[in-house]
């Protein structure tokens, strides 16, 4: 079984700590990468200038604008084109494998026309993906509880995304809080869809905490899940936490560090 490559989201845990020091005692525990969400609102050059030297990879940022207003919109075409590129040629420059792309929330069109829409603003950005490897991850969120209205808000919908797009490219971010709210079922959903599967989310529900045993999803059987798979790309923490923000990293690496569980020899 491969170990998993955990990232975590650097909005969340750069507190009372230098982002130096925060991404030193992150490779301390074992993390492979850090992420943030947009870069205007991020200590990006810093990141990028300190993140090589501390043997972290960037894994993830977002590349367009925005959660609400996104792809399901034609009118929005023609500028998330123009901010994928950007988003696509800064991504390879830096070596950062996904970009963060979002449907919107959903307008008058049914779902089934609003894949077809998508999908026309996605193969737009398709091609300069593949030439520079990067993933657009179009991410699953809850409709429920945080964010009322997304379209992309069931793992089959954004599946048909995907494939209506037929882009190697074009993935989903699969945000296992989320998914847990929306519809549960998470390992075998994973295992199911794992193709289409280019970043992943966690997070305790109820409450988007820590990975404790206070809530409800099991954290190391749905890491295990993804390590079968054969899945390489990063598992990325998005919780939130009170106290010393390193250890709540570390203790949430321990939890999805399943490679621990492995037999000796």
Not at 109 to 137: G, Q, Y
Request: charge should be negative; proline fraction near 5%; glycine fraction near 10%.
């Amino acid at each position: 079984m491969a170990r998993i490559n955990q990232s975590f989201c650097l909005g969340l845990y750069h507190r009372d700590i230098s982002l130096g020091d925060l991404l030193a005692k992150a490779k301390e525990i074992g993390f492979a990468a850090v992420e943030i969400w947009g870069r205007h609102d991020a200590p990006f050059d810093e990141l990028i200038e300190l993140a090589p030297g501390s043997g972290l990879r960037i894994a993830s940022m977002i590349g367009h604008q925005s959660l609400a207003d996104g792809l399901n919109n034609p009118a929005n075409h023609d500028r998330i084109e123009d901010e994928l590129a950007e988003s696509i040629e800064l991504a390879a420059k830096h070596d950062i494998p996904g970009l963060i792309c979002f449907s919107g929330n959903r307008r008058d069109e049914p779902d089934d026309e609003a894949v077809d829409i998508c999908a026309d603003a996605l193969r737009r950005s398709a091609p300069l993906a593949e030439k520079h490897r990067v993933n657009l991850n179009v991410e699953l969120l809850n409709s429920r509880r945080n964010h009322p209205g997304y379209q992309c808000d069931h793992t089959e919908w954004g599946v048909r995304l995907c494939e209506a797009v037929g882009s190697p490219r074009v993935k989903l971010l699969y945000d296992i809080y989320h998914m847990q709210i929306m519809e549960g079922d998470l390992i075998e959903t994973i295992r199911a869809n794992i193709a289409h599967i280019g970043h992943f989310h966690t997070a305790g529900n109820p409450g988007r905490g820590p990975l404790g045993d206070d809530q409800e999803v099991y954290y190391p059987a749905v890491m295990r899940a993804v390590a079968e798979s054969g899945y390489e790309l990063y598992v990325g923490h998005e919780f939130r936490s009170e106290g010393d923000p390193v250890e709540a990293l570390r203790e949430a690496f321990g939890v999805c560090d399943v490679s621990s569980a492995l037999p000796a020899g």
